[in-house]
């Protein structure tokens, strides 16, 4: 736990270095979260709402998916990166798991984008564009929850992203694919509202609505009561299968690790 | 001497394989090689076996290629061999992996571990945490090597912003924090200028005598072995050539003398070698000589000395030259190694 927290500790650092780095992605998350809104505002012109849905409850969806996605940093390169410089080694020495070390790192990195990114954002939104509060203070809670889930999902999945790197080297390809497919399927660029029921009902059947859909849902009291423990139920089923497959192909991939260069 | 000492490592018919993928020439190659690849095998070490007792600092060298690192790297549980077995400290590097290194300590002289953006002491203090190093012994050994190393007057800056040689002592001290037995360093010299080389080489000896750190080095310097190790393993295309202690070597395949000779007041040019040549290999009959014209008039001879002795050289050499100096050595390990490399030694 110490070296769990130390790793975090030294990622968080890592952060403050680069400042003007990290000054310019806040404004790009900005500008992205800008760009939506206005896009869907000429969308629905006098309209008040469309298919029962509003216009702030789009806002808010855009607000919210955009700024957790810039908070939910999963870098699917370090194992290619690793492999790629030879660094692989160095972390193979050292008496931690691999997959705890990048997920101390991850986390380290979202806590401090937490504090900077996800709640400057969500204050410039809030100021200029406006956006629906919590259909109550314990939605605020059960969305935090949910949130966590969906990053555990969102994790596991660029776990398998990653991993991949011990049989096809470059994962770019895959990373692209995985990041597109998120982007349309969990809700960032269209709100699921939106989409036909059977679209709809097959995403269902996926993990990629476990990362924001979820979460804004229950933020915005659309899933309450029991449906919330289902929801959590179905964020944690996927979480498992997918951190078990990353498992599988951890354990056969360790076997093939090389070290090019040197 | 040895059976008393326990062994630490034993390594048995270790074998490596790497896929290297062969790619035809020019773009229709390349797009081929898209559909359907082409493999070559290229075994980086075939059936190696070798001991190490505890205390021992021994000196793993071979050319480039070789197949030492790979060896380093089976060692010390990042590669996972194709078959043979690995004993170290009762562990299976790669199956036992975790808990099997909290006990060694490892260099890659061409790769850094320390955190690139950090201060060397963050990085350290990351490590503490890693290895859950207590408090005191994290204290005392990093006194110690602050001392050793030369390490306070950078130790808060960051890593990228130090010379080689601070990285490199930086990484050293990184490896050796949690007080592990057993250390394996790749080429911990390299690129490093000779002060920083012979700090590196002191250190290495001092944990050797004082703190009985066994060492495992590889390296392409020979004065790193013959100032630091007692035995050397040379490999070469993946098999061991030798094994042993470095006077033995020495010793049995040194057998050469090399004699430097100034010539006064004649200029010595390609004639002159020649005559040179001729007429000691008129003299001494059944003898070889290599003449390297070593520049400024002075002129390098080296002969064997077992039947023939230095003093008789010499001697004739002062009545038919004119001699302004001479200078007589042994050949030394680097020519040794070299002689093997080139296929002129077979062990």
């Known amino acids: 736990m110490k070296a769990f927290m130390a790793y975090l500790k030294i990622a968080f650092k890592s952060n403050t270095i680069y400042r003007v780095d990290f000054l310019f992605s806040i404004i790009g998350t900005c500008v992205n979260i800008f760009i939506y809104c206005a896009i869907w505002k000429a969308l629905y012109g006098d309209n008040i709402s469309v298919n029962s849905v509003s216009y702030e409850m789009v806002t808010t969806n855009f607000i919210l998916s955009l700024a957790m996605s810039s908070v939910f940093s999963t870098n699917d390169f370090v194992i290619q990166q690793k492999l790629w410089d030879g660094s692989i080694s160095t972390d193979m020495v050292r008496p931690i798991d691999l997959r705890v070390s990048i997920l101390a790192r991850d986390l380290g990195n979202i806590f401090f984008k937490l504090i900077t990114h996800f709640i400057l954002s969500v204050i410039i939104s809030v100021i200029f564009i406006g956006m629906l509060p919590p259909k109550s203070f314990v939605c605020l809670l059960l969305y935090v929850i949910g949130m966590i889930l969906g990053f555990c999902v969102l994790w596991a999945l660029s776990v398998i992203v990653q991993m991949s790197a011990f049989w096809i080297i470059n994962v770019w390809s895959i990373s692209t694919i995985k990041n597109v497919v998120v982007n349309v399927l969990s809700g960032i660029m269209i709100p699921l509202w939106f989409l036909p029921d059977t679209l709809k009902n097959i995403i269902s059947f996926t993990p990629f609505e476990s990362i924001y859909y979820i979460p804004v849902n229950i933020y915005l009291g659309k899933i309450t009561g029991g449906e919330i423990f289902h929801a959590y139920f179905k964020q944690l089923l996927w979480f498992a299968v997918l951190f078990y497959i990353g498992n599988v192909m951890w354990n056969k991939g360790k076997r093939r690790i090389f070290v090019q260069g040197g | ?347």
Not at chain 2, 120 to 132: A, G
Not at chain 2, 338 to 344: A, D, L, Q, T, V
């Open chain 2, 1 to 347: 001497m040895k059976n008393i000492k326990e062994k630490i490592i034993e390594v048995k018919n270790l074998k490596k394989n790497f896929k290297i993928s062969k790619r035809m020439n020019g773009l229709p190659g390349h797009i081929a090689n898209l559909f359907k690849p082409k493999y070559e095998v290229k075994e980086a070490v075939k059936g190696i076996d070798f001991e190490i007792y505890e205390g021992e600092c021994v000196g793993f060298i071979g050319a480039n290629g070789a197949g030492k690192s790979t060896t380093i790297k089976m060692l010390s549980g990042i590669l996972y061999p194709d078959s043979g077995c690995i004993n170290v400290m009762g562990f299976e590097p790669h199956k036992d992996r975790k808990k099997y290194v909290a006990n060694i300590g490892v260099v890659f002289g061409q790769k850094s571990q320390l955190s690139w953006d950090l201060p060397v002491i963050d990085s350290f203090e990351l490590l503490k945490n890693i290895y859950k190093i207590p408090s005191d012994v994290y204290k005392k050994n990093l006194d110690e090597f602050m001392e050793l190393l030369d390490m306070s007057n950078f130790i808060n800056q960051p890593v990228r912003q130090l010379s080689l040689g601070q990285r490199m002592r930086a990484d050293i001290a990184a490896s050796l924090l949690h007080s592990p037995k057993l250390v394996f360093f790749d080429e911990p010299t390299i690129g490093l200028d000779v002060v920083a080389k012979e700090k590196i080489r002191e250190f290495v000896r001092y944990m050797n005598k004082e703190k009985k750190v066994t060492f495992i080095f590889t390296t392409h310097d020979m004065q790193d072995i013959a100032k630091t190790c007692e035995r050397i393993i040379i490999i070469d295309k993946g098999s061991k050539m030798y094994d042993g202690s470095v006077k033995e070597l020495v010793d049995k395949y040194g057998g050469s003398v090399k004699l430097a000779i100034e010539i006064k007041d004649v200029l010595v040019d390609e004639e002159y070698i020649k005559l040179l040549k001729q007429s000691l290999e008129n003299q001494f009959i059944d003898c070889e000589f290599t003449i390297e014209d070593k520049k400024n008039n002075i002129v390098e001879i080296m002969f064997e000395n077992k039947t023939l002795s230095s003093v008789q050289v010499t001697t004739f050499l002062a009545e038919k030259f004119t001699l302004k100096d001479f200078r007589i050595s042994d050949i030394d390990i680097e020519e040794i190694v070299r002689k093997i490399y080139e296929g002129g030694i077979t062990l």
